[in-house]
């Protein structure tokens, strides 16, 4: 062989060590999901603007492809850029879907931190997020994006204030949704003493009956306690992750929504882990909760 001819072979062989990583490297990098940060959606019932953020899956550009969905709520102090910012959401769910753990699925994040924080609807019935989450924003995803909007590609996470929402919209709504996944969760679950002394902010002209019939809809032992068997069947068939740290000062509420599942056989997974209410427990808990929805979007 001609040295000449070695020469170009090597070279040949050198090119393609070199580029074919790099190309490879690309395609993998290309498949990624996409996140927007700031999406707004028009509000009649709350009348404003309303911001979310949302992650679209890898392919979701190049397909005609419906996907399911989670939402996933922030913390109070946050807002709908939480876990994009400090959550690592695109990262995550890439890696997740990448090694083959979770399903492809849209991941929507609202922001409940503008004019009022908060997931519910207040006491007298004049601001009501809740009636916005579930009447404005879950029909405006599903006409949006391509979304299945059937119940089993529904699931619901989130972390402390919206840990809690979690909660409650599983509780309230058990019809809409597959999976529910509180983490940190602020639970709500005291008795009704102990919830009027929480109330700092509570308006003067409310009613002690406006004030009970509130309560009764955050409390998971009084929603529970007064659910027809229908309503209870349904909260059984909801798919439940409730995790939280050992050093978390929301550890005993957690704990207690554990006993009143136990009592009440509801099915549940309850894990305690080491960490407290910070990031690096949420960031390390995200991509369990993405396994775990993906089992009830998935048939084995």
């Not at 004030?211 to 349904?234: G, H, M, P, R, W």
């Amino acid at each position: 062989m001609q040295p000449v001819l070695k020469i170009l072979i090597h070279m040949k062989r050198f090119l393609i060590f070199i580029v074919l990583p790099f190309f490879t490297f690309s395609i993998v990098r290309a498949q990624g999901g996409l996140v927007y940060e700031t999406k707004t959606v028009k509000s009649d019932i709350l009348k404003m603007e309303r911001k979310y953020a949302i992650y679209l899956p890898p392919g979701y550009n190049e397909s005609d492809q419906a996907y399911p969905v989670l939402y996933l709520l922030h913390g109070s102090g946050d807002d709908h850029t939480g876990w994009v910012q400090f959550g690592q959401v695109q990262h995550i769910a890439d890696l997740t879907i990448a090694e083959g753990k979770c399903a492809r699925m849209i991941i929507v994040m609202p922001d409940a931190n503008t004019g009022r924080r908060g997931y519910f609807n207040d006491m007298r019935g004049d601001y009501k997020y809740e009636d916005f989450f579930f009447d404005e924003l879950i029909p405006h995803i599903e006409k949006t994006y391509r979304v299945r909007s059937e119940r089993r590609y529904r699931a619901i996470s989130g972390l402390s204030m919206g840990g809690g929402g979690t909660i409650f919209y599983a509780l309230h709504r058990p019809d809409l949704f597959a999976a529910a996944a509180p983490l940190s969760a602020s639970t709500g679950n005291w008795d009704y003493e102990q919830f009027k002394s929480r109330q700092r902010n509570t308006p003067a002209d409310v009613t002690e009956a406006q004030l009970e019939a509130y309560y009764k809809l955050q409390s998971i032992n009084e929603i529970i306690k007064n659910a027809t068997k229908e309503e209870l069947d349904k909260i059984k068939q909801i798919r439940w992750y409730v995790s939280c740290g050992d050093d978390d000062f929301l550890y005993e509420g957690n704990s207690l929504m554990h006993i009143a599942f136990r009592k009440n056989e509801i099915p549940h997974e309850f894990r305690i882990k080491d960490g407290g209410h910070t990031w690096t427990y949420w960031r390390m808990e995200l991509p369990l909760v993405l396994e775990f929805v993906s089992k009830s979007f998935t048939q084995f």
